[in-house]
């Protein structure tokens, strides 16, 4: 009987080993499965924080870009308006030089004078 009963033990011994293995690899799993999680979140929240550096490169990439454009049209307006005041400065004084020709001017007393004609901006090409 006593035999019996060390055998019942040492097989509850043997038995016992198994689960006690069993739980420690599974041990080992969950934590390998925490440490991976781990890292993919910090790995996330890495991407996260590149992405708003991003984001924060491309607003100030487009506000440049947006200023240079500003820039741009409002230098080309002045140059626009300077132009155009320079081509009426210039058919200004092409009319006062009788460049275009003269033409006939009645007037309602009867009577008549010459006088230059007016120039038009077809007229400098």
Known sequence: MTRYLLALMLAGLSSCQQPSERV???????RDALSKAN???HRIVDLERKVASLEFQ???????????YNAHESLRKTFNSNADAENKARVARLTASGYCGKEQVNYSDGSWSMRNKECTLKDLK
């Open 24 to 30: 420690t690899a599974t041990d080992a799993t969950a």
């Open 39 to 41: 890292r993919q979140e």
């Open 58 to 68: 491309v607003e100030e990439v487009r506000n440049f870009a947006l200023s240079n």
